[in-house]
Nanobody, 113 residues
């Protein structure tokens, strides 16, 4: 059974930092491009970042310089390090494998009022 399980979401302060993780099972992790996609209220699904099998990375313009995607193939884990968080970063973050055919259940980042 293919499964992606995200963790690390929670309450975030504007300007703060947060780290997300995604553990994969049931797939050959090292052979898959991995991505983070978020669902932001009022904006629908938004691609955030991807890392390919050669560790080449790409980012949404609005998160460049603030977010860092990485992977550990031995641990079958995808990471997203986020800093200088903005209100528009709040939402449900999904870990996605391959050409978006495998999705995790999502982890929610909410902003402190």
């Amino acid at each position: 059974q293919v499964q992606l399980v995200e963790s690390g979401g929670g309450l975030a302060q504007p300007g703060g930092s947060m780290s997300l993780s995604c553990v994969a099972s049931g797939l050959v992790f090292r052979e898959n491009m991995m991505s983070w996609v978020r669902q932001v209220p009022g904006k629908g699904l938004e691609w955030v970042s991807s890392i390919n099998t050669n560790d080449l990375t790409a980012y949404l313009d609005s998160v460049k310089g603030r977010f860092t995607i990485s992977r550990d193939n031995a641990k079958k884990t995808l990471y997203l390090e986020m800093s200088s968080l903005k209100p528009e970063d709040m939402g449900l973050y999904y870990c996605v494998a391959g050409a978006w055919e495998i999705w995790g259940q999502g982890t929610l980042i909410t902003g402190a009022s």
